[in-house]
């Protein structure tokens, strides 16, 4: 087994056929073909089914899939690590929910840096893809948050996924409103006063929309839903239809959202905890170090 085998793998189960995944890998079909099926034969595992309407993974397929996309993941880390700092590059990944605040982090650890090349990544996206991310090791360090809502869920999966949070604040609930709002001259505010107005939250896809919802009072049952999976997105949708939104999905702790939006204090109450988390007896890179140092500069609990 070499871990061209199992890129190719990992390939192949995002086509939809072999001979789409032979393009996308610069080799031809019937040595693709042939490296999976020397590949099957010696894990003794029938990866794919091939079928006249395309390729498709087995159920043992799957779960070889994983552990494929896990090994694949760390051998590009250990790659880049090394043979990306004999080029002189440096390397290094980070996966956070829609917070302002980790992003600034992120831009002050790469100053403190002085890498004169370098390659950053800074995926802001789903809970689902910041646990995963880090599990695999795409991303040595998430940041995320939960709520009582969904507090139980979440560690559960920081225990299965072997994951160690480490809490930095913890925020009241309040809502998020364009300035030009009609309640935005109000000092509080009730979930059953903004009910006719569209609330905009993160999307998290269909399975896991509310166990692994970003915004606090996840559970009650919005009238009016937008979901989004870009920040400035929500922003302009907000601003546009007198939407809003709860928690710090969309923490205003940038001029440029100070400009065009205010929160205000909701009389119900479901905290988030926000924090960053790094996967157990991981020891951290020298950029770890730095980031999570910038992290620890927003501390409050």
């Not at 693709?32 to 159920?59: H, P, W, Y």
Request: with cysteine; aromatic share 12%; glycine share 4%.
């Amino acid at each position: 087994m070499t871990i061209t085998q199992l890129k190719y793998v990992v390939a192949i189960s995002a086509s939809s056929s072999m001979r789409e995944a032979s393009a996308k890998l610069y080799v031809s079909q019937p040595a693709l073909s042939a490296t999976i099926r020397d590949l099957e034969e010696e894990v003794g595992v029938r990866i794919f089914e091939r079928t006249n309407k395309g390729i498709t993974l087995t159920d043992a397929g799957t779960e070889f899939l994983n552990f494929a996309k896990q090994a694949v993941s760390q051998y590009e880390l250990v790659e880049n690590k090394y043979l990306g700092s004999k080029m002189g590059t440096d390397y290094y990944s980070i996966s956070v929910q829609h917070y302002v605040f980790a992003i600034h982090a992120f831009v002050n650890a790469i100053k403190q840096r002085e890498a004169d090349n370098f390659s950053y990544l800074i995926k802001e996206t789903r809970t689902d893809e910041v646990l995963s991310n880090v599990r695999n090791y795409k991303s040595e360090i998430g940041v995320l948050s939960y709520s009582e809502s969904n507090r139980n869920i979440i560690n559960k999966l920081f225990r299965e996924y072997e994951l160690e949070f480490y809490p930095l604040m913890k925020c009241e609930t309040y809502a998020y409103l364009s300035k030009s709002h009609p309640l935005a001259d109000k000092t509080e505010l009730s979930v059953e006063e903004l009910k006719e107005y569209p609330c905009v939250t993160f999307d998290q896809s269909n399975e896991t929309e509310f166990y692994l919802s970003e915004e606090a009072l996840s559970s009650y049952d919005f009238k009016k839903v937008i979901r989004s999976n870009d920040r400035a997105t929500s922003c302009e949708v907000i601003a546009m239809l007198n939407g809003f939104a709860i928690g710090t999905g969309i923490m205003i702790d940038s001029n440029v959202l100070k400009d065009t939006f205010i929160s205000v204090k909701l009389k119900e109450e479901d905290p988030l905890i926000i924090g960053y988390i790094i996967k157990k007896k991981h020891v951290l890179s020298d950029f770890g170090k730095i980031y999570v140092s910038e992290l620890e500069k927003y501390k409050q609990v």
